[in-house]
């Protein structure tokens, strides 16, 4: 009898021992009572590029595409709500870039060629570069997988200080105007030459995806990826009469209070 009272007392006790083990993994990671919020500082490698959505036609091969890396650094703040579900928001600093080279057709271009300056449809090879230096502020509503990893996506808003996005043309010809105009050969020995910075746009905003992982007590690696719904030009600008937006990517560690 006093065998079976104790496997229902243990039967019963078990559960409970086991919910509390369970809720101490919970707390342990933080924050204290599983609700509340703290700071996360952060610093981290950014690589990625400025694209076409979609790739337009008159773009026939990428010969070559080399992320110019970059860096990330800033602060977040972040709030639980329950267990699982909280917010969070921040001001990151950033600076990142990308070059490429591509095979065109009828590429629309404004381009400089000795002192001349030429518009028209460009066949050829392009090389671009492009850099953009600024600030965001994302927004995220952040999920709880478990009591270590976290996941979030929200909005961002992104003010470029500076942006640059010049490149040449080479080893091709630009017909002046339009694709039936005066034909100019443009080589290797003569390449000619654009700068488009003075008509970037300065604001942005987009989608971040993010993650956390608690490696230690205070200590997380995160990564995220931003996708730009803003392209880098504004309508008004027709010398490039397709949209490119900001496509980067992350990783890092950050401090976690």
Request: glycine residues 12%.
């Amino acid at each position: 009898m006093k065998h079976k009272i104790l496997l229902a007392a243990l039967l019963l006790i078990l559960p409970a021992a086991l919910a509390a083990q369970k809720s101490d993994k919970w707390t342990e990671w933080g924050p204290g009572g599983l609700t509340g919020g703290g700071w996360i500082v952060r610093v981290g490698y950014v690589i990625g590029g400025t694209s076409p959505l979609p790739v337009p036609a008159e773009i026939r091969a990428i010969n070559s595409f080399k992320p110019l890396g970059g860096i990330t650094f800033g602060a977040d703040y972040y709030h639980m709500f329950t267990r699982r579900v909280g917010l969070q928001a921040g001001v990151h600093f950033f600076h990142e870039g990308f070059s490429t080279s591509a095979d065109v057709k009828n590429y629309r271009m404004g381009i400089t060629q000795g002192n001349n300056y030429l518009e028209g449809n460009f066949t050829g090879v392009d090389v671009t570069n492009t850099t953009l230096t600024g600030i965001t502020i994302p927004l995220a509503a952040t999920f709880r997988l478990s009591p270590r990893w976290n996941v979030g996506v929200g909005p961002f808003f992104s003010f470029v200080a500076k942006g640059t996005f010049d490149g040449e043309v080479t080893d091709g010809y630009l017909r002046e105007g339009d694709p039936t105009g005066q034909k100019i050969d443009i080589t290797a020995d003569n390449p000619a030459t654009y700068d488009f910075a003075a008509n970037m746009n300065h604001f942005y905003w987009g989608l971040e995806f993010v993650f956390d992982y608690k490696a230690m007590k205070h200590l997380n690696v995160f990564g995220g990826f931003d996708w730009s719904l803003t392209s880098i030009f504004p309508k008004s600008f027709v010398t490039v009469p397709f949209n490119m937006y900001p496509l980067y990517a992350k990783i890092g560690v950050a401090y976690r209070y």
